[in-house]
């Protein structure tokens, strides 16, 4: 059974930085296609970024382009979500996920039924 714990989180002025961490037990981090996502009061949960198992390929959403940027560490079985330049509509609790693919698969996914595993999820809020 895979578990992610998240942190990092917290409450922040407009502008400032955070990193979110994922620190994954129970399975085989390398093999994973990582995501994080998000979901604000009376909204879906939607895909911040993504990336796939392979460290060159990654996704990031538009309303967070150029401001947030995914990564992981394998070593540590860990990825981060460094956000940069946040913003009050950044307020949300954030999730991270994984999916377990084959080494011949290069994708990265960006639905949240595309992932097998969740964490408890961090909030994030973000004040003007």
């Known amino acids: 059974q895979v578990q992610l714990v998240e942190s990092g989180g917290g409450l922040v002025q407009a502008g400032v930085s955070l990193r979110l961490s994922c620190a994954a037990s129970?399975?085989?981090?390398?093999?994973?296609?990582l995501g994080w996502f998000r979901q604000a009061p009376g909204k879906e949960r939607e895909i911040v970024a993504a990336?796939?198992?392979?460290?060159?390929?990654?996704y990031t959403a538009d309303s967070v382009q150029g401001r947030f940027t995914i990564s992981r560490d394998n070593a540590k079985n860990t990825v981060y979500l460094q956000m940069n330049s946040l913003r009050p509509e950044d307020t949300a609790v954030y999730y991270c996920?994984?999916?377990?693919?084959?080494?011949?698969?290069?994708?990265?996914?960006?639905?949240?039924?595309?992932?097998?595993?969740w964490g408890q999820g961090t909030q994030v809020t973000v004040s003007s």
């Open positions: 129970g399975g085989t981090f390398s093999s994973y296609a």
């Open positions: 996920a994984v999916k377990s693919i084959p080494i011949y698969r290069f994708s990265y996914y960006t639905r949240v039924s595309d992932y097998d595993y």
């Open positions: 990336m796939s198992r392979y460290n060159g390929n990654t």
